[in-house]
């Protein structure tokens, strides 16, 4: 076996995960070392350096952690690792029960939003601590983010058309996928550091399409689809904003405040949040209609809006489209407006990590670098 310390396995591990879509930056304070004994013990980050994005049995998994750093682990007290890991939220399952396949998880979103329900305040401190120095860039460094913005129905006009991707409700109740909804991680960490989210109590409203792994670790309830649209409804009374996966045919959605968010409040603090979010629309104020009243303003989770001369004026560097100030405004003075160059989001979420690799590496070093964490 190499002789090797704890830093330099977490470093080891530190390193793989910076290979991926979203990577895992170094920092000089060290955090994100911090981060990684939360998740793993030294022999669980052994493990997890030989584990990439393509799903690998447990003997193939044996195979690599020998050859990678001569660790002879028994196939069922491997397996019985894997699985703990699985079910702590610091890697991805796949396949059949009885023949279960793990691969890689990154951060976020991925191992962080995995430990909702088992956060502890030190871990949200540090990981506060990583987006500031580091994780943010890393997290809205490719202009093909994980989310996009989807408008709220009622802030859409009917001369819009809108297209499917961008129509939540339809997607809804068009999907043939089990929903499940479970509890804001971000919401969670932020009442652990003694600040309750602004907008709603309801912490309970992460809705995710076709995955096993939330209700396998006992996270999440499946939901029916009048319960889903009601959570969209309530969404927009507590004007809290929707963001659904960056896909045509998106795994979650989630309903963001600007308290609470990681996304949000991490994009707030840059000097144009807007050009961080794929949206096809932005708000506009007739100024001949405002009355000043400053419900839109309430309602901004951007900070995208200011009175001037009892006149609401938009920011539109950091207008993401999402329509809260749309519905409910008293003078229909707000509106809606569809961008001229309309932002289609890829296929799925394979084709979404494809894309943000070609732009992180550039077109050559993505094949290398895609066959390098499917095949290892």
Do not use: W
Request: net charge neutral; with cysteine.
């Amino acid at each position: 076996m190499k002789t090797l310390t704890d830093e330099q396995i977490y470093r080891n591990l530190q390193l793989h995960l910076d290979n991926f879509p979203i990577g895992f930056p170094a920092t000089e304070s060290g955090v994100e070392i911090e981060i990684l004994k939360f998740f793993f013990t030294p022999l669980e980050a052994m493990i997890a350096s030989c584990l990439n994005l393509a799903a690998k049995s447990p003997a193939k998994i044996q195979k690599r952690l020998m050859g990678r750093f001569q660790v002879e682990l028994p196939l069922d007290e491997l397996a019985s690792n894997l699985h703990k890991m699985f079910m702590n939220g610091c890697i991805e399952r796949s396949g059949k029960e009885d023949s279960p396949r793990y691969s890689s998880a990154m951060l976020a979103i991925g191992m962080f939003e995995y430990h909702v329900d088992h956060l502890t305040k030190e871990f949200v401190e540090n990981m506060q601590k990583y987006f500031d120095e580091a994780f943010g860039d890393e997290f809205f460094r490719t202009s093909l983010p994980q989310l996009r913005t989807s408008p709220h129905a009622k802030a859409i006009v009917p001369e819009h058309h809108i297209a499917t991707y961008d129509d939540i409700r339809k997607f809804v109740r068009n999907t043939e996928k089990p929903i499940q909804v479970a509890n804001c991680v971000c919401k969670q960490g932020e009442a652990l550091l003694g600040k309750p989210c602004k907008q709603t109590n309801n912490y309970e409203i992460c809705l995710i399409f076709g995955s096993k792994s939330y209700a396998a670790r006992n996270q999440a309830r499946e939901i029916s689809k009048e319960e889903c649209l009601q959570l969209l409804d309530e969404a927009e009374e507590k004007s809290l904003v929707l963001q659904p996966g960056n896909s045509i045919e998106p795994l979650c959605i989630c309903i963001c405040c600007g308290c609470c968010c990681g996304v949000l409040t991490t994009a707030k603090k840059y000097l144009r949040p807007a050009e961080l979010f794929a949206t096809n629309y932005y708000a506009e104020i007739s100024s001949e209609q405002c009355i000043g009243c400053g419900i839109c303003i309430d309602r901004c989770q951007m900070e995208a809006i200011r009175l001037e001369n009892e006149i609401a004026l938009i920011d539109l560097d950091r207008c993401i489209g999402c329509g809260l100030c749309v519905t409910r405004c008293p003078s229909n003075a707000a509106k809606l407006i569809k961008k001229e160059i309309e932002t289609v989001p890829p296929r799925n979420a394979a084709m979404l990590y494809m894309n943000i690799l070609k732009e992180k590496f550039g077109k050559k070093k993505m094949i290398m670098k895609m066959l390098k964490l499917l095949l290892g």
